[in-house]
């Protein structure tokens, strides 16, 4: 099976917004709920947000609710993270992730994108 494929990162000011994308093959996409993770320097790797193969379900981190929100088209095998009034603290890599929307077992790890979010 061929990984999720990331992208849509790059340098942008506080305040800003970017969108990610991750473009996933067809059975990983939709046999699975999706997610993304973010892993800053020095830091764990940490869950942003989850969306169920219907999207009935989604949650989010408490520091980026009200901020970002995930959402996927199950035509397009994509799963979009919007990032609206970035601050520096979102800085870190952004990982696209197949998983178990329940336990939270990854089954499947994109590249990963870089964002980077200047003061």
């Known amino acids: 099976q061929v990984q999720p494929v990331e992208s849509g990162g790059g340098l942008v000011q506080t305040g800003g917004s970017l969108r990610l994308s991750c473009a996933a093959s067809?059975?990983?996409?939709?046999?699975?709920?999706m997610a993304w993770y973010r892993q800053a320097s020095g830091k764990q790797r940490e869950l942003v947000a989850a969306?169920?193969?219907?999207?009935?379900?989604?949650k989010y981190a408490d520091s980026v609710k009200g901020r970002f929100t995930i959402s996927r088209d199950n035509t397009k095998n994509t799963v979009y993270l919007q990032m609206n009034s970035l601050k520096p603290e979102d800085t870190a890599v952004y990982y696209c992730?197949?998983?178990?929307?329940?336990?939270?077992?990854?089954?499947?790890w994109g590249q990963g994108t870089q964002v980077t979010v200047s003061s």
């Open positions: 992730a197949a998983i178990n929307y329940v336990s939270g077992a990854v089954y499947r």
């Open positions: 067809g059975s990983i996409f939709m046999l699975n709920a």
């Open positions: 969306i169920t193969r219907s999207s009935a379900s989604i």
